[in-house]
């Protein structure tokens, strides 16, 4: 078993981080996480039925965990706040300033644009989004890590798609007019 994690660990770390940074967008956060689902995969690994790949498996590990953190921030949130004021996700997350090594790449101007854009799309948008365009996965392995039908991918992605052209269209009249 050791080697099996070691292996699972050494061949999806660095993807599965990636994936949760742009999940919830904090470093030290995405850290936390990768390591919970790596703890998840070391107590659930012999019940592995090998009915998806090991990688849509340990996406979809790690979708439940970014999942399960949003929903306790938000609870925490609401209790902190009181029920009546509701912050965004971002409202408390400090950005560590020094890049990732992906987030190098991101320095063009054009692509941090579309990035943020991005959080302008719903959830299942956004998730669309970063699994078939950031971490390159086909439909299929989209729709084992979330759990949904192939066609159900095809047109979440699409939409989100035609959501992010809109909001980056509504941005540029904004500025023009």
């Known amino acids: 078993m050791r080697e099996e ?6 061949t999806y ?12 967008r904090n470093r030290e956060t995405a850290e936390e996480l990768v390591q919970e689902v790596y703890i998840k995969v070391l107590h659930s690994y012999k019940g592995f039925e090998g009915k998806s790949s090991e990688k849509t498996w ?8 970014a999942i399960d953190w949003m929903r306790s921030q938000n609870r925490k949130k609401r209790k902190w ?9 971002r409202a408390f997350e400090m950005r560590d ?21 991005m959080e ?21 392995e ?11 991918v095809k047109t979440t992605q699409h ?8 909001h980056l269209e509504t941005e540029i009249a904004e500025k023009e007019g």
């Open 142 to 152: 989209t729709a084992a890590v979330l759990d949904w039908t192939e066609s159900k």
């Open 13 to 24: 770390h660095q993807a599965l981080f990636q994936y949760l940074f742009y999940m919830v």
């Open 58 to 65: 340990l996406y979809s590990i790690a979708k439940h965990v």
């Open 5 to 10: 994690f070691e292996r699972l660990y050494e």
């Open 97 to 117: 300033p020094s890049p990732l090594p992906d987030e190098i790449v991101e320095q063009n101007d054009d692509v941090q644009h579309v990035y943020r854009m």
């Open 81 to 89: 706040l009181g029920k009546q004021y509701e912050l965004s996700e």
């Open 159 to 166: 939409r989100a798609v035609k959501a992010l052209k809109k």
């Open 120 to 140: 302008k799309c719903t959830e299942d948008q956004k998730q669309v989004l970063i699994l078939r365009y950031i971490q390159s996965m086909s439909i299929q």
